[in-house]
């Protein structure tokens, strides 16, 4: 059974961090990319950072850049996303994304709140 599970969203003030956890399990997670979106109220779902398969190439929403980082765990059924210096724009339903080819798989999402 496919299982995307996010963990770490939560209500925090301007300027502060929170650091983002996804774990996949019941597939080959090892050859798929690995990508964090986000959707706020009222708007679409945007990509936040990508890592890819490799771990070779990251890239980052042109707001979050120098703020966020994703980053990948050994076993590569882990993706991470440290966010700094938070802003309340950044409020958002966060989901972690593994793809590969047509396989396109989604966690539930963490709820992000950052208060002003």
């Known amino acids: 059974q496919v299982q995307l599970v996010e963990s770490g969203g939560g209500l925090v003030q301007t300027g502060e961090s929170l650091r983002l956890s996804c774990i996949a399990s019941?597939?080959?997670?090892?050859?798929?990319?690995r990508t964090w979106y986000r959707q706020a109220p009222g708007k679409e779902r945007e990509l936040v950072a990508s890592?890819?398969?490799?771990?070779?190439?990251?890239n980052y929403a042109d707001s979050v850049k120098g703020r966020f980082t994703i980053s990948g765990g050994i076993a590569k059924n882990t993706v991470y996303l440290q966010m700094n210096n938070l802003r309340p724009e950044d409020t958002a339903v966060y989901y972690c994304?593994?793809?590969?080819?047509?396989?396109?798989?989604w966690g539930k999402g963490t709820l992000v709140t950052v208060s002003s």
């Open positions: 890592l890819s398969r490799d771990g070779d190439n990251i």
């Open positions: 019941g597939f080959p997670f090892i050859t798929y990319s």
């Open positions: 994304n593994f793809q590969r080819g047509a396989n396109n798989f």
